[in-house]
């Protein structure tokens, strides 16, 4: 993975519409973009989770700086056809409450989850994670594999950039850097629009209709979420280092569904590896598509879905 485009793929969106004034004030955000599913309680804090249709559990978790409606845009609909279609706002984005320790790690992120989960019901569900989001899944399919029947990553941010501490990471300035990196980036892009960052994601793609308002962009802005996306982006490399020698012994399924032209998260740098590493793994990659991959190909997302679903029957 190309680390400074990682970090500006997953901070533009947030900053540029800052730049612009596009943004209403806070209370005006919440009013605009409401909850579209119910708040569950897991362990004191609020979790956001869209729950439609019935069969197998198929959890969506959505990547950096984003929330939920990415998923319910398009492919949580077509998901709940043939099964019961979650969606959660990751800790600390949309509605969903931020643990005050740790909350940047992916392993803490799936235990909020994972509770959640728990207190709606679920029993043995399908991990759909794009992006960082697959980070946070297979943390969960690491800490709860017989709880978990199989994990579908798409685009997926899960091997580390640096099989080595950085300087940064060591003296504890990571986030600090990232920190000065979004400030810079802040300044930088003040000529553009939010429409043209929410492209850039989507090359070689365009975003398809409607997206850029139906997904609640602003709800990244707010000063909370936006903290809590540094702290994701800086936590991020440490806790893949920290994950990533376990992947060998998940004996569940995985599907690795990823953009060849995805200048994100390369192939040679995340998916191929990734599926090497496991030896059940099934790699599908996707001719001259980029980053937003459950977009672009939501069929092959939920082939890949229903492929784990048969596995385990």
Same mark, same amino acid.
């Given at each position: 993975?190309?680390?400074?485009?990682?970090?500006?793929?997953?901070?533009?969106?947030?900053?540029?519409?800052?730049?612009?004034? @596009?943004?209403?004030?806070?209370?005006?955000?919440?009013?605009?973009?409401?909850?579209?599913?119910?708040?569950?309680?897991?362990?004191?804090?609020?979790?956001?989770?869209?729950?439609?249709?019935?069969?197998?559990?198929?959890?969506?978790?959505?990547?950096?700086?984003?929330?939920?409606?990415?998923?319910?845009?398009?492919?949580?609909?077509?998901?709940?056809?043939?099964?019961?279609?979650?969606?959660?706002?990751?800790?600390?984005?949309?509605?969903?409450?931020?643990?005050?320790?740790?909350?940047?790690?992916?392993?803490?992120?799936?235990?909020?989850?994972?509770?959640?989960?728990?207190?709606?019901?679920?029993?043995?569900?399908?991990?759909?994670?794009?992006?960082?989001?697959?980070?946070?899944?297979?943390?969960?399919?690491?800490?709860?594999?017989?709880?978990?029947?199989?994990?579908?990553?798409?685009?997926?941010?899960?091997?580390?950039?640096?099989?080595?501490?950085?300087?940064?990471?060591?003296?504890?300035?990571?986030?600090?850097?990232?920190?000065?990196?979004?400030?810079?980036?802040?300044?930088?892009?003040?000529?553009?629009?939010?429409?043209?960052?929410?492209?850039?994601?989507?090359?070689?793609?365009?975003?398809?209709?409607?997206?850029?308002?139906?997904?609640?962009?602003?709800? @990244?802005?707010?000063?909370?979420?936006?903290? @809590?996306?540094?702290?994701?982006?800086?936590?991020?490399?440490?806790?893949?280092?920290?994950?990533?020698?376990?992947?060998?012994?998940?004996?569940?399924?995985?599907?690795?569904?990823?953009?060849? @032209?995805?200048?994100?998260?390369?192939?040679?740098?995340?998916?191929?590896?990734?599926?090497?590493?496991?030896?059940?793994?099934?790699?599908?990659?996707?001719?001259?598509?980029?980053?937003?991959?459950?977009?672009?190909?939501?069929?092959?997302?939920?082939?890949?879905?229903?492929?784990?679903?048969?596995?385990?029957?």
């Amino acid at each position: 993975m190309d680390r400074r485009r990682f970090l500006t793929s997953t901070t533009a969106v947030g900053l540029l519409g800052a730049c612009t004034g @596009a943004v209403p004030p806070l209370g005006d955000v919440n009013g605009a973009y409401p909850p579209i599913g119910k708040i569950v309680n897991a362990g004191g804090l609020d979790v956001h989770a869209w729950d439609r249709g019935t069969g197998r559990p198929v959890i969506m978790i959505h990547g950096a700086g984003g929330n939920l409606r990415d998923f319910t845009y398009d492919v949580a609909p077509m998901v709940a056809e043939n099964y019961r279609a979650i969606a959660f706002d990751r800790p600390g984005f949309g509605y969903t409450d931020r643990p005050a320790e740790r909350g940047g790690d992916p392993a803490v992120q799936a235990r909020v989850l994972a509770a959640a989960a728990r207190e709606m019901g679920v029993q043995r569900p399908i991990l759909v994670g794009h992006s960082l989001g697959a980070a946070i899944a297979m943390a969960w399919a690491l800490a709860e594999p017989d709880s978990v029947a199989g994990v579908v990553s798409v685009s997926g941010a899960v091997m580390p950039w640096s099989e080595r501490p950085m300087l940064a990471e060591l003296i504890g300035l990571d986030e600090v850097l990232i920190g000065f990196y979004f400030d810079y980036l802040s300044t930088g892009l003040e000529d553009g629009t939010i429409e043209r960052f929410i492209a850039r994601n989507f090359r070689p793609q365009t975003p398809p209709p409607g997206y850029v308002e139906a997904v609640g962009i602003p709800l @990244a802005l707010r000063p909370d979420s936006i903290e @809590a996306n540094k702290e994701d982006i800086a936590s991020l490399n440490t806790a893949l280092r920290r994950q990533a020698p376990d992947y060998g012994r998940l004996t569940m399924p995985v599907e690795v569904v990823s953009g060849a @032209a995805d200048p994100i998260i390369r192939p040679a740098r995340q998916p191929i590896p990734f599926s090497e590493r496991l030896g059940n793994a099934r790699l599908t990659l996707l001719d001259n598509v980029g980053h937003m991959a459950h977009h672009a190909a939501p069929q092959e997302v939920i082939a890949a879905v229903a492929r784990i679903d048969a596995a385990v029957a």
